[in-house]
């Protein structure tokens, strides 16, 4: 049964790692339940969980990356192969699922977390330097981008609450073949799958224009 291991919230600290003074990337796993809501538009540094915020306004936070989740099993995997611990909410993730194929998730497709809330896949997680340095790990864009195991970002469609040990269902699955991996590879190093996207309704219209133009100016 697909549930919830952990659900993280950031803490801000210094980034070093880009030109901004803070990062929420230190999530980490809190007790009872977590409101959950629609945060808005991207620019104010809201998500979707309460409590937690992004302070890289331009690039992340906002509907469309209300919530962040990442499979416990793709975590275990990663530990295994960087040879270290990796707890839940490192890769600062707010939802850290179990039995659950986040990255196989269909763009669209809809969760229900516990007995009210409902989230929506909206697309991929692409990996920054804030994120390579807080790993700390060498060339680290690189590989998790050639691993194409991004987890999946989403938006909120029915608000209420979170905890640790719901169950997850889903609810339903459009009727296209766009995963969250698919559409990761097309982002990064296989833009000939980008005439793939453009039926895909449910990603975030920012995405689709970038689809668009990409392809307008031949990559």
Not at 63 to 81: G, I, N, T
Not at 115 to 138: A, H, K, M, N, Y
Not at 184 to 213: C, G, H, K, S
Request: charged share 25%; with cysteine; glycine share 12%.
């Amino acid at each position: 049964m697909a549930c919830v291991r952990s659900v993280n919230v950031g803490k801000a600290r210094p980034n070093p790692w880009k030109g901004i003074a803070s990062t929420g990337i230190d999530k980490r796993p809190v007790e009872g339940p977590v409101a959950v809501a629609a945060p808005g538009p991207k620019g104010t540094g809201a998500v979707g969980l309460a409590g937690d915020r992004v302070y890289d306004v331009a690039h992340h936070g906002g509907d469309d990356q209300a919530v962040y989740a990442y499979a416990r099993e793709d975590l275990d995997a990663w530990q295994d192969q960087l040879g270290r611990p990796l707890a839940d909410g490192s890769f600062g993730e707010n939802l850290t699922t179990e039995g659950l194929d986040v990255s196989g998730a269909l763009i669209g497709e809809r969760w229900r977390i516990g007995p009210d809330v409902v989230l929506e896949v909206s697309c991929p997680r692409i990996p920054c330097g804030t994120f390579q340095g807080w790993l700390g790990e060498q060339h680290w864009i690189k590989r998790f981008t050639q691993a194409a195991v991004p987890g999946a970002y989403l938006r909120v469609v029915t608000p209420g609450e979170i905890s640790a040990g719901d169950v997850v269902e889903v609810l339903d699955r459009p009727a296209h073949d766009v995963s969250v991996e698919l559409s990761f590879r097309a982002y990064t190093l296989e833009p000939e799958l980008l005439p793939r996207l453009l039926d895909v309704d449910a990603l975030p219209q920012e995405d689709l224009e970038m689809i668009r133009r990409r392809l307008a100016a031949g990559s």
